[in-house]
């Protein structure tokens, strides 16, 4: 393959930077504006006039923080035992899907797809009026079950894909040395699995991060309205102000935690997205 030369390695560069600032910028733009203050929102500037904290005190300490601080905690709660629900299920299906063959194994794949796909607007009527009837609207189960419904898919179609790369010599091997399927399972297969399961967790956590529909449909009160619901319940200090400055400073805290995921497991995110990809 021949090397690259220095004119295309320039464009390739200029491309690079294109792209990084298109995708950038709306996140530059909302860090600007957590900064200004409410008298700055409007006057068409990026840059604030004068730089302040006013609206992250907001959220943590002021008017905010009644309708923020425990929306931030429900959100880290139910995505958290979302995604480690999700993990656990999708590994096993994964696995079967990948080792056993049975019929209909091609149509579970398919289905877990569809249901990826399928449009969640269309669930939360029916939700909505099952959950008020079996006590489950406002709580945090509530929320996990859906949320399960938009994980376990990909999890699944992830896990599955990757599982297919892994030679199963290794587990036959594990059980002529004397180990059960399941020991062969969990000491063997598993931690080889072990960048693509993270790989999906890292996923899984980000869809019920940022869900919004079920989110704001599924509770009316602060018992379990993540955060992505709570911002539009934000209000301005009277009715003529429009609260900009502290919805942006909200988003750009709960970008945060995803951001240092991505930072800290950006290698092992790669490695389990490029492993699970190609067919050896």
């Not at 489950?136 to 990757?162: H, K, M, N, Q, R």
């Amino acid at each position: 393959m021949n090397a690259l030369t220095g004119r295309q390695k320039l464009a390739w560069a200029v491309v690079a930077i294109v792209i990084l600032l298109y995708t950038l910028w709306p996140i530059f733009s909302i860090l600007t504006t957590s900064f200004k203050a409410p008298s700055d929102i409007g006057t068409g500037k990026f840059w604030p006039s004068t730089w302040t904290g006013e609206n992250y005190q907001t959220i943590f300490a002021g008017s905010a923080k009644d309708l923020f601080l425990p929306a931030l905690r429900n959100s880290i709660g139910i995505s958290l035992i979302s995604t480690v629900i999700a993990v656990v299920l999708a590994t096993f299906a994964a696995y079967a899907i990948a080792r056993l063959d049975f019929l209909g194994k091609r149509l579970v794949l398919n289905t877990a797809l569809a249901v990826s796909i399928f449009p969640i607007i269309s669930l939360t009527t029916p939700l909505f009026n099952l959950w008020r009837q079996i006590g489950l609207y406002d709580t945090w189960v509530g929320l996990i079950i859906p949320y399960l419904s938009l994980t376990l898919p990909i999890a699944i179609y992830t896990l599955a894909a990757y599982f297919q790369q892994i030679p199963w010599d290794l587990e036959r091997a594990a059980q002529v040395d004397g180990a059960t399927t399941w020991q062969a399972f969990t000491k063997v297969i598993v931690p080889l699995a072990a960048p693509g399961v993270f790989t999906t967790a890292i996923i899984a956590f980000f869809i019920a991060w940022n869900d919004f529909v079920y989110g704001i449909s599924l509770t009316s009160t602060s018992v379990a309205r993540p955060v992505p619901a709570a911002l539009a319940f934000f209000t301005g200090a009277s009715q003529f102000e429009d609260p900009t400055g502290a919805i942006s400073a909200a988003a750009i805290v709960v970008t945060i935690p995803i951001i240092i995921l991505v930072l800290l497991f950006q290698r092992q995110i790669v490695s389990g997205l490029t492993q699970g990809a190609v067919k050896g």
